[in-house]
T-cell receptor
């Protein structure tokens, strides 16, 4: 009964490949996110979706494309992988922050460690 | 734009000693503030949060933090460190005056607890 689950946990792939990371939440939340954590542990927002609508799209190469088939899922597809894409990618979810401030915390998945070789 | 500064990328304390992890924020209006903990090879877990109301907030595992608007700070404390507290700690902010409702994180502080 994991709240936010992402697969796979580890992903090792060669440069130039295309890969996807899947994320699902069973919390009934409206908003989902992708964060990237670099080798220095710094966390940066990449995308957020609210009810399948893209809300935040930070300066991320267009090789990264999020897809939200429904509000419980937010997948991340990466084309033409580069060495610099190696990082840990975290999926998270929260209530719709525009409606209320009380349930604002984000719940995180366990992360996907992507290694590009 | 909002930002978060965590002073000290590494903090080392002895078991049983006071833990103090510093966090300062920059925001045009009082933001919502959070502390998350990350154990090795795991995701982030919420320790505590401040939204409105009482400025001293208690969280899990004996941690607490105090929101000080005049100092734009939200420092995390624990009276007595335990070995199991060794982890990476992140302060984060959401500013409610923008449409950008996502967590902005500080750079993290690694807490080491010496026996």
């Amino acid at each position: 009964d994991t709240a936010v689950s992402q697969t796979p946990k580890y992903l090792v792939t060669q440069m130039g490949n295309d890969k996807s990371i899947k994320c699902e939440q069973n919390l009934g939340h409206d908003t989902m996110y992708w964060y990237k954590q670099d080798s220095k542990k710094f966390l940066k927002i990449m995308f957020s979706y609210n009810n399948k609508e893209l809300i935040i799209n930070e300066t991320v190469p267009n090789r990264f494309s999020p897809k939200s088939p429904d509000k419980a899922h937010l997948n991340l597809h990466i084309n033409s992988l580069e060495l610099g894409d190696s990082a840990v990618y975290f999926c998270a979810s929260s209530q719709d922050l525009s409606r209320t401030g009380r349930n604002t915390e984000a719940f995180f998945g366990q992360g996907t460690r992507l290694t590009v070789v | 734009a909002q930002s978060v500064t965590q002073l000290g990328s590494h903090v080392s304390v002895s078991e049983g000693a006071l833990v103090l992890l510093r966090c300062n924020y920059s925001s045009s209006v009082p933001p919502y503030l959070f502390w998350y903990v990350q154990y090795p090879n795991q995701g982030l877990q919420l320790l505590l949060k401040y939204t409105t109301g009482a400025t001293l907030v208690k969280g899990i595992n004996g941690f607490e933090a105090e929101f000080k608007k005049s100092e734009t700070s939200f420092h995390l404390t624990k009276p007595s460190a335990h070995m199991s507290d060794a982890a990476e700690y992140f302060c984060a902010v959401i500013s409610m005056d923008t449409g950008r409702r996502a967590l902005t994180f500080g750079s993290g502080t690694r807490l080491q607890v010496q026996p």
